[in-house]
């Protein structure tokens, strides 16, 4: 099993920045796809942002120029550097990764609310 702690979150203002840590451990054989889902009040999870092993990434159109996704292969760490943050981005931000057996596995998610 792969245990993932998100963390970073929080309350900011309108056009302010957070940066969001996501710490994977347990059994772990190779990470493939790390990467952040949200779920905003009432709506359905979505994908964020998601990087490969080999450092692709993929973003939503929605915080592409102001999100930033990060990791480290070697901490088993993925980040997530939110700049110009708007009221649209308020959800629960949630972790995910897919192993090298195709397996994903999820964070227990984390409040991010952007007041106007």
């Known amino acids: 099993q792969v245990q993932l702690v998100e963390s970073g979150g929080g309350l900011v203002q309108a056009g302010g920045s957070l940066r969001l840590s996501c710490d994977a451990s347990g059994s772990i054989f190779r990470l493939n796809t790390m990467g952040w889902y949200r779920q905003p009040p009432g709506k359905q999870r979505e994908l964020v942002a998601a990087i490969t092993s080999g450092g692709s990434t993929n973003y939503a159109d929605s915080v592409k120029g102001r999100f930033t996704i990060s990791r480290d292969n070697a901490k088993k760490t993925v980040a997530l550097q939110m700049n110009s943050l708007k009221p649209e981005d308020t959800a629960v931000y949630y972790c995910?990764?897919?192993?090298?057996?195709?397996?994903?596995?999820w964070g227990q998610g984390i409040q991010v609310t952007v007041s106007s």
């Open positions: 995910n990764v897919v192993d090298a057996m195709n397996r994903a596995f």
